[in-house]
């Protein structure tokens, strides 16, 4: 998926949000809508039935210009263009995380018996292990990936890193996915899924200053 594609992409959904928000708006009860949930289900903040339906469809445009304009004005330097495919998975990915978890609401606020603690925790799953599969092809570039001092000081380093926690993410996309598929009442194991992914990217950043420290003392010139 080319960038320009994955912009079209991210656009149609942006304005679909926007179709569902407009539709729902007639619909909804009179009343403050639930905009955040506990790992419980229930919901633990509300805002007024516009604010809670507009905004995430501003908030998914906003994103889809950005990354439609990021690889357009960062420095050449940063070599974006060598990932383009990772890129476009990612941004469309983000978007349509989105658009699933901005319907799951909707249909929460007209009665549907949704547990959008538990999707979004399927949802985040499944977009970790999507990125994970693609990290991997994440060619060395000041945008897109593990950006630690030792990856970007070295890109062998970086592309260590890379295939490590590639894999890594999508293990724990996965695990997050399942919890929030076949547990959706069980807030520890939802937070597990959650807390593996975080898990996972913290490895990922430990792993590279590993690999350049040892690679640093093996280009040590002997004494």
Same mark, same amino acid.
């Given at each position: 998926m080319k960038l320009d594609k994955a912009f079209v992409a991210s656009a149609a959904m942006s304005l679909g949000m926007a179709a569902v928000s407009i539709w729902a708006l007639q619909r909804v009860p009179d009343t403050p809508l639930p905009i955040q949930w506990g790992l419980d289900g229930r919901p633990i903040a509300?805002?007024?039935?516009?604010?809670?339906? !507009? %905004?995430?469809?501003? %908030?998914?445009?906003? !994103?889809? !210009?950005v990354f439609a304009l990021l690889p357009k004005i960062m420095p050449r330097q940063s070599d974006i263009a060598r990932s383009r495919l990772p890129y476009a998975i990612a941004t469309t990915g983000t978007i349509a995380m989105l658009f699933v978890l901005h319907v799951l609401l909707i249909g929460y606020s007209l009665?549907?018996?949704v547990n959008v603690s538990a999707a979004g925790v399927a949802a985040t799953g499944a977009l970790v292990a999507v990125i994970g599969n693609y990290l991997p092809k994440t060619r060395y570039n000041y945008l897109l990936g593990i950006r630690t001092p030792w990856t970007l000081a070295d890109e062998r380093v970086w592309d260590r890193t890379h295939r490590f926690t590639g894999?890594?993410?999508?293990?724990?996309?996965?695990?997050?996915?399942?919890?929030?598929?076949?547990?959706?009442?069980?807030?520890?194991?939802?937070?597990?899924? %959650?807390?593996?992914?975080?898990?996972?990217?913290?490895?990922?950043?430990?792993?590279?200053?590993?690999?350049? !420290?040892r690679a640093g003392k093996a280009d040590a010139p002997a004494d």
């Open positions: 509300f805002a007024p039935a516009a604010l809670a339906l !507009l %905004v995430p469809p501003a %908030v998914a445009a906003v !994103l889809t !210009l009665g549907a018996p894999a890594w993410l999508v293990a724990a996309g996965l695990l997050a996915l399942a919890t929030g598929l076949f547990f959706p009442g069980q807030p520890l194991l939802l937070l597990v899924g %959650v807390g593996a992914i975080g898990a996972a990217a913290v490895a990922g950043v430990v792993y590279s200053a590993v690999i350049s !420290l």
